[in-house]
């Protein structure tokens, strides 16, 4: 009996990231100029799925980054955004590491990562943190992060799920850039 529950509750959850995944490439489908009802989309799927408390997307020009999108972050945590957003990848930032590196970054707790902004954690009061690098042609154009309040290890599902929304962004970006230059040269 207690098989079936556990296999029915893992179907569920993989019924669940599916709908989500559908959900974020209907907004893109329907969102061909605009990628800020796509970036809204993935945050509240992320939020919903993942049970987080906070995420956000972050845009990267190949110099600077920007904060672009939030969700259920304090009035405190994006006061203090604003002293590293814009600038350049910080490895003191998650999104930073995940720009840096190209690669899915997770911390198990930003209060004990000597290298995480000791400002950020206690302010923002995050302490397990994910972030996914939006890779074009493998090279970063931004980041999907999420944080949770509680410290922990982040399970290979939820970093799979996050990674999957970090391409669907991209895709999103990609589609708007591609229709902006073909309504330019028209």
């Known amino acids: 009996e207690r098989k079936v529950a556990q296999r029915t509750a893992e179907v569920t959850e993989a019924l669940d990231y599916q709908t989500a995944i559908s959900e974020v490439l209907r907004v893109i489908s ?5 990628v800020q009802p796509v970036f809204e989309a993935i945050l509240q799927s992320a939020r919903n799925l993942l049970g987080t408390g906070t995420a956000a997307v972050f845009r990267y020009d190949g110099r600077l980054v920007y904060l672009v ?23 003191a ?6 720009i840096l590196t190209g690669q899915l970054q997770t911390i198990d707790d930003a209060r004990a990562d000597l290298q ?28 999907v ?5 509680e410290p922990g290890e982040t399970p290979q599902r939820q970093r799979d799920l996050l990674k999957t929304f970090a391409d669907q962004a991209v895709i999103a970006v990609e589609n708007v850039r591609l229709f902006n ?4 040269a028209l």
């Open 181 to 184: 230059e073909t309504r330019d």
């Open 145 to 149: 992060a999420a944080s949770w309040l």
């Open 93 to 98: 930032m998650i999104s930073g590491r995940a």
């Open 69 to 91: 999108a939030t969700h259920g972050w304090s009035v405190e945590a994006l006061d203090d955004a604003r002293r590293l957003y814009p600038g350049p990848p910080n490895p």
């Open 30 to 34: 329907g969102s061909p100029t605009d």
């Open 116 to 143: 995480y902004d000791s400002t950020t954690a206690r302010v923002a009061r995050w302490r397990r943190l994910i972030a996914a690098p939006m890779l074009k042609d493998g090279v970063p154009v931004g980041v």
